[in-house]
């Protein structure tokens, strides 16, 4: 009998395991944030049957070389976005996603000491935070996922304002992701 009880403990432990959402979220988007592309990760929390949040943050590397003094150096940008998902219901596939983030981007400044010939480059980040809406496709029992939405650029800091202008800063953003729900 002991060992009965034992078994269907078991079978029902895997059974509900098995039938847990898959939660995470690994993927390639092209454009977006960064512009260019990001690979990034998000987890997806339930709030509601309906709602979900989803916070997430990526990692873009641009390989870059400069003209001038032939040196190499990389662009680096990092987004963080916190998301929410809502469906019709709690098995949905399809969601509406609406959200905030947060862009940091690196900026290359040359700066010259005085009348001798040192120049150095200083490496900071300027931040753009903007706002997304778009439609996401992320089965429940995980494997592909897709999504695309559309970014607006809310709000920049001086270094920003500085450095870019307006011709980047007001235009709206695409941005198309394909990857992995697990």
Not at 12 to 38: D, M, P, R, V, W
Not at 91 to 105: D, W
Request: proline share 3%; net charge positive; hydrophobic share 40%.
């Amino acid at each position: 009998m002991r060992k009965l009880g034992l078994i269907c403990l078991a079978i029902l432990f895997t059974k509900t395991l098995l039938a847990q959402e898959k939660k995470n979220a690994l993927y390639l988007e092209a454009g977006g944030n960064t512009i260019y592309y990001s690979i990034n990760y998000d987890r997806i929390i339930p709030l509601t049957p309906k709602l979900k949040l989803a916070p997430r943050a990526g990692l873009m590397y641009l390989p870059l070389s400069g003209i001038e003094d032939n040196s190499s150096y990389g662009d680096i940008r990092i987004p963080v976005e916190l998301n929410f998902l809502w469906s019709k219901n709690a098995k949905a596939r399809n969601f509406l996603e609406g959200g905030v983030g947060l862009s940091f981007i690196q900026i290359k400044d040359r700066v010259s000491y005085g009348l001798s010939d040192i120049i150095t480059t200083k490496n900071s980040f300027v931040k753009v935070t903007t706002l997304r809406l778009g439609f996401r496709h992320q089965k429940t029992t995980g494997g592909l996922m897709y999504r695309a939405g559309l970014l607006v650029p809310i709000v920049r800091d001086e270094r920003s304002k500085f450095r870019f202008g307006d011709d980047i800063f007001y235009v709206i953003w695409a941005g198309f992701s394909l990857g992995y729900n697990f």
